[in-house]
C-alpha cells in the first residue's frame, strides 16, 4: 500500500501495531532476566562445586560441604548485579538511542525507535541515522553514507526510489523514505542492535580469566582421578572418609570466586558509571578507556560547546552582506550550528529570492551554498579554503585569537556544477564565538597528569584549534594543517605521533589519524558529536560520544556522555582501572590456592599419602585468606593504568606463590607425620599444624598481594591473622573442624 505525502494515518499505525509490522528489537542491554539467572546459575564453576557437593553429601556429612554455599552465594550475587546493571542500561539506553522523525496525519513527530511501523514515512537531516531498511521517496540534496555496513568509503547521493540501509547515516541534505523492512525482515537493523548490545564478552580480561580457567579444568579431571584411587587405597579407611579427603583435595583447585567477582566488578562498573550519566553500550569499553594511552579529542562539541554566536562582521568590498546572509539563512532547510547563529544576528528575508540550486555544508569541501535566479551564486565557508592568499591571511590571524572564521563570497558557477564554485570572490568575513566546555581544561589536565596523551583534530582552521587549546592550559608545539600531510604512510605515521593539534582534518583523515596512531602501538579513544567523527570513532578502540552529539555517533560509540560532560571521561578511566587492576590481584589470591592445592594433590598421589585437609577446613582457610579479602580488593580504588599482559603477570605473582605454600605446608605435613602408616589421632595433629602451617603462608601471600598498604588493607592482613589464631585457640572451633593442639611439639614442627 503506497504510503502518501501524509505520512500514515493513525489508523493504519494501528492497523500495523495489531499485525506486528513494528520495528520490535532486542533490548540494548542484552540478555533477559531469564537469560541472566540461567547464565549465573548454570557455569562451569558451580557444575564442579555441586558435583563435589554431592560426593559430601552422599557420606552423610554435610557440615563438610559448607562449600557448596559458594554455588548460592556466586548465583545471587551474579544475578542481582547484573539485573542491577541491565536496569541502569535500560533507563539510560532509552535516552541514549537514536528517535526518528516520522510523519503521521500530515505531522512531524519523534518516536522512540521501536516505534516504527511498516510503511512508516521517516524523515532524516545531516547526522542522523537511518533506523529501518527503506527506499527513498522525496530528497534534497541527500547523501547517505554506508561505510559502516559496506565499507565504501564515499558518501552516495540518494533519489526517489533508491534503497537506504538500516545502520547507515546522513552527511549532507534531507529527504524522506518509505520503511520497507523493520523489526525481524531489517537484516541490518539487526545487526546494528547486536553491535550495541551490552554483553560480558570479548574482553582482554575475561578472555585472560577464560584461560585460566580452562587450564585449571585441563588439571583437574586428572588430579582428581589420581587422587581417588589413593585415597580409596588408604589402609584402615572408610569409604566415606576417602571422599571427603578426595574433595578436600579438589574443592582448593577451583577458583570459586574469581568468575564471580570479574562480573561483579564489572556490573558495579556499569551501575557506577550510569549514575553519572555515562551509558555503557559494550561492557569492554570499562577496560578499554583504563587502557588508551592516547585520547583524540574533537574541537567543536568536545572542548567547547556546540553553539556559536555570530560577534562580528567584516565587509571585504564596502556592501552590505546583510541581505545575502538572510536568503542563505532561509534556503537552509537544516542549518547547523554556524547558520543557527548567523540566523540569531541578521533580520529575516522580506522577499525570498528564487532558489534555483542549492550544496548542502559537508566536512569534505567545507562550504555550503545556494545558486538564485538573478542573484547568482553564493558560498558559505572556510576562508582558507575559498578565499585568496591575503583574505585568507586576514582570517588566519583573527582565528589565531581562538574565534572561529567564516567568509560570505559569490561564486561564478551554479553550486550544482561539476566546476562548483569556480572562480570566488570574497564578499565579508563572519566572526563567530566559541564557548569552551567549562570542565575541559581540568579533564585535559587530568589526562596529562596520567601519562595520557591528548591530540585534538579538528576540521576548523588550524590557528582558531590550536588557540583554543592553549587557552585551556595545554602545552603544544607547532599545529599541523591537515591539508599538508602527505598521504597514509611512515612519514604520516610520524607526522601523527609526533604532532599535537591538527586542523582542517577531513573525516577520513581523522580514521587514518587513529589507525596511524594504533600502527605505533598506542590504544586509543576518540571523542566527537557530528557526523565526521563517525569513521574515527568506529576504528578507535574506545569510541565516546556526547549525548546532545548525531544519533550515527551514539549508534557506533561504545561509550556516550548523555549529559554532555566530558569531565566524566577522567571517571570512566578510573572505573576502568578499579576494575581491571583489581580484578588482576584478586586473581594472584585465587589462583595461588588453585596452584598449591594442585602442588598438595599430587604430593599426595605420589607418596601415597591421605590428603592432609577435610572440606571444612579448606572452607575456612579460604574466608580469610581469599574470598573475603578479593571481595574488599575488587571494590578498592585503583589509578594504575591497565597494561597487557594480565595471564603471564598473573602467573608471575600466583606460581611462586603457591610453590611456597605448598613448599611449606609439604615440609610440615611430613615432618610431623612421616610417610608410613599413622593412627588417628597423629593423622589429625599432623592435619592441624600442616593447616597451621598453610594459613600462614596463605596470608602472607594475602598481605604481598595487598600491597601498597593503606590503613584498611594492613587492619584486613592483621584481622586474617587474629582470626585464624582464635579459630586454633577457641575449643568449640577445633572441635568444629577436627583439630587437635594437644601435642605442642607436633604441631609447632618446623
Not at 547464565?39 to 558435583?51: D, E, G, Q, Y
Not at 583574505?391 to 560570505?408: K, S
Amino acid at each position: 500500500m503506497p504510503v502518501e505525502a501524509t505520512g500514515l494515518t493513525s489508523a493504519q499505525v494501528a492497523e500495523r501495531i495489531a499485525a506486528g509490522q513494528v520495528n520490535a528489537l532486542p533490548s540494548r542491554s542484552g540478555r533477559s532476566t531469564l537469560d541472566i539467572v540461567r547464565a549465573n546459575v548454570f557455569t562451569r564453576v558451580n557444575a564442579i562445586l555441586f558435583v563435589l557437593f554431592l560426593s559430601v553429601a552422599i557420606t552423610g556429612h554435610l557440615i563438610q560441604g559448607l562449600f557448596g554455599m559458594l554455588i548460592v552465594a556466586n548465583s545471587v550475587i551474579g544475578i542481582v548485579q547484573e539485573l542491577r546493571a541491565k536496569r541502569t542500561l535500560d533507563k539510560l539506553a532509552v535516552v541514549g538511542e537514536a528517535h526518528p522523525t516520522v510523519i503521521r496525519d500530515g505531522v512531524a513527530q519523534q518516536i522512540v525507535r521501536d516505534g516504527v511501523v511498516l510503511d512508516d514515512l521517516i524523515a532524516i537531516a545531516p547526522g542522523e541515522q537511518v533506523v529501518v531498511d527503506g527506499e527513498v521517496v522525496a530528497s534534497d540534496y541527500l547523501e547517505i553514507d554506508e561505510s559502516l555496513l559496506t565499507g565504501e568509503a564515499d558518501a552516495l547521493p540518494k533519489g526517489p526510489g533508491d534503497q537506504v540501509m538500516s545502520g547507515s547515516f546522513v552527511v549532507a541534505g534531507t529527504g524522506t523514505y518509505r520503511a520497507t523492512k523493520v523489526g525481524a525482515d531489517a537484516y541490518a537493523a539487526q545487526l546494528t542492535a547486536q553491535a550495541a548490545k551490552f554483553t560480558l564478552v570479548s574482553s582482554e580480561l575475561r578472555g585472560g580469566i577464560n584461560q585460566i580457567l580452562k587450564y585449571v579444568t585441563f588439571l583437574l579431571i586428572p588430579v582428581g582421578i589420581l587422587n581417588i584411587i589413593v585415597q580409596f587405597s588408604q589402609p584402615d579407611t572408610t569409604w566415606q572418609e576417602s571422599i571427603l579427603r578426595t574433595t578436600s583435595a579438589l574443592v582448593p583447585m577451583v577458583p570459586e570466586g574469581l568468575v564471580l567477582l570479574t562480573s561483579m566488578a564489572f556490573a558495579l562498573g556499569v551501575i557506577r558509571l550510569g549514575r553519572r550519566n555515562c551509558l555503557v553500550q559494550e561492557l569492554p569499553a570499562i577496560e578499554g578507556l583504563a587502557r588508551v594511552s592516547v585520547v583524540c579529542a574533537d574541537k567543536t562539541g568536545t572542548l567547547t560547546q556546540n553553539s556559536l554566536t555570530l560577534g562580528e562582521i567584516i565587509p571585504l568590498d564596502g556592501d552590505d552582506p546583510t541581505a545575502a546572509l538572510s536568503q542563505l539563512v532561509a534556503s537552509d532547510p537544516t542549518p547547523n550550528a554556524s547558520m543557527q547563529a548567523i540566523d540569531a544576528v541578521v533580520p529575516p528575508a522580506d522577499d525570498p529570492w528564487l532558489l534555483t540550486a542549492r550544496a548542502p555544508f559537508s566536512s569534505a569541501k567545507k562550504w555550503s551554498g545556494a545558486t538564485f535566479e538573478g542573484h547568482g551564486t553564493w558560498l558559505l565557508g572556510a576562508a582558507d579554503v575559498l578565499a585568496d592568499p591575503a583574505t585568507a591571511a586576514r582570517a588566519e590571524e583573527i582565528g589565531a585569537t581562538g574565534r572561529r572564521v567564516l567568509l560570505l563570497a559569490t561564486g561564478s558557477e551554479p553550486v550544482d556544477s561539476p566546476t562548483a564554485p569556480g572562480t570566488v570572490t570574497p564578499k565579508a568575513l563572519l566572526v563567530l564565538d566559541q564557548v569552551k566546555r567549562p570542565d575541559a581544561a581540568e579533564t585535559l589536565r587530568f589526562f596529562q597528569e596520567q601519562n595520557v596523551a591528548v591530540k585534538v583534530i579538528s576540521g576548523d582552521n588550524a590557528a582558531s584549534v590550536g588557540a583554543v587549546t592553549r587557552s585551556l592550559g595545554v602545552e603544544i608545539g607547532e599545529v599541523v594543517d591537515a591539508r599538508t600531510l602527505p598521504e597514509p604512510g611512515p612519514e604520516f605515521i610520524d607526522i601523527v605521533n609526533d604532532g599535537d593539534v591538527f586542523g582542517r582534518v577531513t573525516p577520513e583523515q581523522k580514521r587514518q589519524m587513529v589507525g596511524a596512531l594504533q600502527a605505533r602501538g598506542h590504544s586509543v579513544a576518540m571523542t566527537g558529536d557530528g557526523v565526521n567523527d563517525v569513521l574515527a570513532l568506529k576504528d578507535a578502540d574506545l569510541g565516546v560520544a556526547m549525548g546532545s552529539g548525531s544519533s550515527a555517533t551514539r549508534a557506533v560509540a561504545q561509550i556516550v556522555l548523555l549529559d554532555d560532560k566530558f569531565a566524566s571521561l577522567p571517571h570512566v578511566v578510573a572505573e576502568g582501572r578499579r576494575v581491571i587492576g583489581n580484578i588482576e590481584r584478586v586473581a594472584k589470591l585465587f589462583l595461588t590456592k588453585t596452584i598449591y592445592a594442585v602442588i598438595l594433590a599430587l604430593t599426595a598421589v605420589v607418596l601415597g599419602l591421605p590428603n592432609p585437609f577435610l572440606p571444612l577446613q579448606m572452607t575456612v582457610v579460604g574466608w580469610f585468606t581469599i574470598g573475603i579479602p578479593a571481595f574488599l580488593l575488587s571494590l578498592a580504588p585503583n589509578r594504575e593504568r591497565a597494561r597487557p599482559g594480565f595471564v603471564r603477570r598473573t602467573l608471575a605473582v600466583a606460581i611462586p606463590g603457591g610453590i611456597i605454600v605448598a613448599a611449606a605446608a609439604l615440609t610440615t605435613y611430613i615432618g610431623t607425620r612421616g610417610l608410613h602408616e599413622v593412627a588417628d589421632d597423629v593423622q589429625t595433629q599432623a592435619s592441624t599444624a600442616t593447616l597451621i602451617a598453610l594459613i600462614m603462608t596463605a596470608t602472607w601471600v594475602l598481605s604481598v598481594v595487598a600491597r601498597p598498604y593503606v590503613w584498611w588493607r594492613a587492619c584486613l592482613v592483621l584481622f586474617a591473622y587474629g582470626f585464624y589464631f582464635a579459630v586454633f585457640v577457641l575449643p568449640f572451633a577445633r572441635k568444629w573442624l577436627t583439630l587437635d593442639v594437644s601435642n605442642l611439639h607436633t604441631v609447632t614442627f618446623g
